[in-house]
């Protein structure tokens, strides 16, 4: 582990030839790779629009592409700044391809994004489709608990046991209803962009998706409760 | 600017390859023996000679105390982590060592990164002698499952030896860039496993080779491995079994025996690499009350070790997992390392993935190979094969209450990097303390520190500062940590204090001292190690002779005379400085002596074995 050397501000000049360039990895004029301005979009990264329902085959081969031209090994034998600059480059290729390949970590971008993400005040509370599957759920894990402290009776456990597998089942449909809602949510986003949509349309739909990414969590929590308590049952 | 070449860093052995650009393949190098591995062994004489390889594992019967095998066990690692290891291996660390090992080699003291500097400077002086040129760059492999430090100090192993490392490569990568050369029609496209069982660590990696427009992409998907788990362990297993018969069956300890104990671990290794092709093999070990002669059968084996070979499957399974695929779905399983020649790792992996796998290349060679190929890529511009390889561990920093709070994931494509805000939680706060971990666990104490340090903030209410600190990992699988002063706008590099590994500063210091070391050149370093070996050989005739004489064992004229024209060839090369006749010389006189030595070791064993007898009535 080392310190990073120092890295340059952002330049509307190619700092080799002075064209000018407005963004692109590489110069218009010169081909040299340019530093990226530091707030660039993990979507126009990939020189994508912003919809949710992307083309993932698509995006791994502009992955694929952008690979070739940025990777630091075909820099090798360039200027330590070149060097730097592929390196920098590279890594957030591979950060936006990280978040952008998968659906739930790519809301979760676009929403951190545009400070839309609020996980906070509602993440504890059960959504109230489930509570009545919850409640049972905590009585099982209960009466779990005391028959393993009670030794373990075979009977009983094996029937608890049943009961744990079968809130399992539940809460992977649950995921599964709330992934479809969340699907359509992102249909319904990108119509909204290609129809122009106004801002206040598109608050609405990222609130409604921050909405059901906090009652995802809460879901995909208990899920990961009963699993762990299965795996030592 | 010199040559580029790949160097396989291994535990047990160490190989150098080049790419040989008439035919384009792979090559290689062969050392002054003639062969292409090096023994990773490494000994240091009372003047401060260093002697490694061949000549250096010899060194492990008759001074073992100033002689090291399988260094690359404590790369990267603190004294504290190494506590198990040591009941096994003869390491003899100073008790100075704390984030840095310190080993005692006879008089003197070195860091496990000096002593693979001894090796690589070795392989070094190979590629020199074969290409009459300078060598200055190098492909290093490490295991994929290699932490930051470990990496870096392989890096700075490089650095000790005056290669430049222009890329660590992992070697199971390195095994599938290898390999892909010869078989990519058939696996374009496809998803490969690389079973990479070696001396000392074991790794596994899941690839996808894409064909685009451009060339072909190894995309790694995942990975994962032990780093300390490999046929050294298997070693360990048989001579624990062998000294506790021997301590039975003759009441004698070889714990203060420490030449006997190499002894015993080179016959247990030859049995089990004899166990591979043969279903049992027998070990003749002499001791002071007789001989300890035993049959091992490969089925017994197989029971020891079958723990060990089912450790490895829990990586396996872990990264076809995290690649979101089946074990079926690969389209082909390649066995590099030399452990996987075990048909039992065999049986297993096409168990467990029900395909027969790829053994064609020599699992000895194929890492250094790809490292080669490599080498080549990166040096001749050559744009048409990209590696895009993980990093193996999440990476984090500690949060409240001693949890870590991963920041990025393992087997992120590198390069990769995370941004993180950090501001004061207190009035007047003037630093804040960062503590970046490796690992897979929850709390911090379970994952591997790699650094601590502190921003610095200048004092105002809490909340104010906003510190962003980007962290990011190369290409080589090293972090690298800049801050930034949000509100000042300012960059600002950061003092890193690494938790375990070696300063900038020391590495300085140690490359001032290495200077006497590399000025031996390394053909005269090969003259002397040949005179030595020389000197010693005929000691060893002469006094196998006059035993002869006392023993009035029969020497036959033609015998006699055939061994003393032997030796006058070995004294007269001697006094010339070719180091290379000197060898061939010793061998003649070795070809000679054989009939004589092999009749005084029957008798040895015969006296042995009858006093045996005697005391058994």
């Known amino acids: 582990m080392s310190a990073l050397p120092t890295s340059t501000t952002t330049a509307s000049a190619c700092w080799s030839c002075r064209a000018v360039t407005g963004g692109e990895h590489f110069c218009p004029a010169c081909g040299k790779l340019q530093p990226l301005p530091r707030s660039t979009d993990y979507f126009a990264f990939f020189g994508l629009p912003r919809k949710l329902r992307l083309d993932t085959a698509e995006l791994e081969k502009r992955f694929h592409q952008l690979s070739w031209k940025l990777h630091p090994d075909h820099f090798v034998r360039e200027e330590a700044y070149e060097r730097e600059l592929s390196l920098n480059r590279s890594a957030q290729l591979n950060d936006a391809y990280r978040a952008l390949r998968d659906p739930i970590l790519r809301v979760e971008y676009l929403l951190a994004r545009e400070g839309m993400r609020k996980e906070g005040q509602h993440k504890q509370q059960a959504p ?26 075979g009977n009983e456990m094996a029937a608890l046991r049943a009961k744990l597998e079968a809130a399992q089942k539940n809460f992977q449909d649950a995921l599964a209803t709330v992934d479809e809602e969340l699907d359509g949510i992102f249909g319904q986003w990108d119509s909204a962009l290609d129809a122009g949509a106004d801002e206040a349309v598109r608050r609405k739909l990222m609130e409604r998706m921050n909405e059901v990414l906090n009652r995802r969590s809460y879901i995909r929590n208990l899920l990961a409760n009963v699993q762990s308590e299965l795996a030592e049952a | 600017m010199g040559r580029v070449v790949g160097i396989d860093l291994g535990t047990t052995y160490s190989l150098i390859a080049y790419v040989d650009r008439t035919t384009g393949e792979p090559r290689c190098i062969p050392g002054p023996y003639g ?25 492990l019967l008759t001074q073992s105390d100033r002689t090291i095998y399988s260094v690359k066990r404590l790369m990267g690692r603190g004294a504290a982590d190494v506590q198990d290891e040591l009941k096994i291996f003869p390491f003899r660390i100073d008790p100075e060592s704390q984030n840095v090992i310190r080993v005692r080699l006879g008089e003197r003291v070195f860091t496990p990164p000096e002593i693979s500097a001894f090796i690589l400077r070795e392989l070094k002086g190979w590629a020199e002698e074969f290409f009459h040129d300078a060598v200055d760059r190098a492909v290093i492999t490490v295991p994929a499952y290699f932490n930051d430090a470990q990496r870096q100090a392989t890096k700075d192993a490089g650095r000790l030896a005056g290669l430049e490392a222009l890329r660590l490569v992992n070697e199971p990568t390195a095994a599938a860039l290898a390999y892909g050369l010869h078989e990519k029609p058939a696996t374009a496209g496809g998803l490969v496993a690389v ?43 048989l001579q624990s079994i062998a000294r506790e018969e021997i301590r039975k069956q003759f009441r004698f300890d070889l714990d203060s025996h420490p030449e006997a104990v190499q002894e015993l671990r080179r016959a247990l290794i030859r049995a089990k690499h004899e166990l591979s092709a043969a279903e049992a093999t027998t070990v003749r070990f002499p001791v002071p009350a007789g001989v300890y002669v035993r049959e091992f059968t490969r089925a017994e084996l197989e029971g020891w070790i079958r723990p060990l070979v089912e450790r490895t499957m829990g990586p396996v399974k872990q990264a076809v997992a995290d690649a979101k695929l089946a074990p079926a779905q690969m389209h082909e399983v390649v066995l590099v390392g030399g452990s996987t020649r075990i048909p039992l790792v065999r049986r297993s992996v096409e168990g467990y993935f029900g395909r027969r796998p790829h053994t064609e290349l020599n699992p000895d060679e194929v890492v250094a190979l790809g490292a080669a190929v490599q080498a080549e890529i990166l040096e001749s511009g050559v744009k048409n094969m990209l590696l895009l390889d993980v990093t193996p ?13 991963k ?204 006093g045996k007898r005697v005391e058994d009535v």
Request: charged share 30%; net charge negative.
């Open chain 2, 195 to 237: 079973y990479d069982l070696g001396g000392g660590t074991f790794d596994i990696s899941i690839l996808k080779l894409i064909s685009t427009g451009e060339g072909d992409i190894y995309q790694v998907l995942s990975t994962n491995g032990d780093t300390h788990l490999g046929g050294d362990d298997i070693d360990n297993l």
């Open chain 2, 35 to 59: 062969e292409t591995l090096c023994p990773s062994v490494v000994s240091v004489d009372p003047d401060g000679t260093v002697v490694v390889g061949e000549p250096a594992r010899r060194r």
């Open chain 2, 407 to 610: 920041i990025i994931p393992r087997n992120s494509t590198i390069p990769a990097s995370a941004q993180e805000l950090f501001t004061t939680g207190v009035d007047n706060q003037t630093g804040i303390d960062i503590h970046v971990l490796q690992g897979e666990r929850e709390l911090a104490k379970d994952c591997r520190s790699l650094a601590r340090f502190q921003l610095k903030v200048p004092p105002g209410p809490a909340g104010l500062a906003r510190i962003e600190v980007k962290f990011l990992i190369d290409a080589n699988g090293i972090l690298q940590v800049a801050a930034r002063d949000l509100h000042a706008g300012e960059e600002r590099s950061i003092e890193v204090q690494p938790s375990y590994g070696l300063s900038d500063t020391e590495i300085e210091r140690m490359l001032e001292e290495s200077i006497e070391y590399a000025e031996q050149d390394f053909s005269e370093r090969q003259l002397i190690e040949a005179r030595n070996e020389a000197e010693s050989i005929l000691h060893v005739t002469e006094k196998s002779l006059a035993q002869a004489r006392e023993e009035q064992a029969e020497v036959g004229d033609a015998e006699r005379e055939t061994i003393e024209a032997a030796v006058a060839a070995v004294r007269e090369s001697m006094a010339g400085s070719d180091y290379k006749l000197i060898r061939a010389r010793i061998d003649a006189l070795n070809q000679a002596t054989l009939p004589l030595a092999e009749r005084m070791m029957n008798r040895a064993l015969a006296t042995a074995l009858e």
């Open chain 2, 393 to 405: 561990l999440s990476l984090g920093i500690e949060t409240m209450g001693g949890v870590v709070a």
């Open chain 1, 128 to 153: 109230p489709e489930l509570l009545e599957e919850v409640f049972e759920l905590n009585e099982s894990l209960d009466e779990l608990r005391g028959v393993r402290r009670a030794g373990g009776d």
